[in-house]
C-alpha cells in the first residue's frame, strides 16, 4: 500500500466512526453474527447501560437478529420497560426523549397531559408504546 491509499483509508475509518458517534436521534440496529453488546456500545460511543436501559432489556436478552435502538449519547434517563415510564435525566427534552423511544413530543405531550415541552431532570413521564 502506498501512504496515499494508507491516507484514504484512515480517513474514510474516522468518517464512518464520526456518523455513529454523532448521532442524535435513536438508531435501529440488527444484532449480526459474532456481535455482543459491548462491541456495539463502543462502535456507537454510548454505555452498555444505556442501550440496555433504553431498549428495556438485560445483556443475556441480546439475540443474533434482534433489533435493538441504540439512543444518542447525551440521553441518559431512565425507562421502566414494565410500565413504560422514563425517569429524566439532567439534559433531557422532550424532542430528544420522543426519538429515542420513536415517538413525537405531541404524543408525549398528550399521554401525559403536559401543557407544554417543558420538563424537568427526575420527572417520571409515560412513554407511548
Known amino acids: ?4 491509499t494508507l491516507a484514504v483509508a484512515a480517513t474514510l475509518a474516522i468518517s464512518v466512526t464520526s456518523v455513529y458517534a454523532a448521532s442524535d436521534s ?12 459491548e462491541t456495539i456500545a463502543g462502535t456507537y460511543d454510548v ?4 442501550i440496555l436501559v433504553t431498549n428495556g432489556k438485560t445483556a443475556e436478552e441480546i439475540e443474533v437478529g434482534s433489533v435493538i435502538y441504540i439512543p444518542p449519547a447525551h440521553a441518559t434517563g431512565r425507562y421502566n420497560p414494565d410500565n413504560g415510564t422514563y425517569k429524566v435525566a439532567k439534559g433531557d427534552d422532550l424532542y430528544a426523549i420522543s426519538n429515542r423511544f420513536g415517538t413525537s413530543v405531541a404524543s408525549i405531550e398528550k399521554l401525559n397531559g403536559m401543557k407544554g415541552n417543558e420538563i424537568k ?3 417520571t413521564i409515560k412513554i407511548p408504546q
Not at 1 to 4: A, L, Q, R
Open 1 to 4: 500500500m502506498t501512504i496515499k
Open 26 to 37: 435513536a438508531v435501529a440496529y440488527t444484532v449480526t453474527e459474532n456481535e455482543d453488546i
Open 47 to 50: 454505555s452498555v447501560e444505556d
Open 121 to 123: 431532570a427526575g420527572a
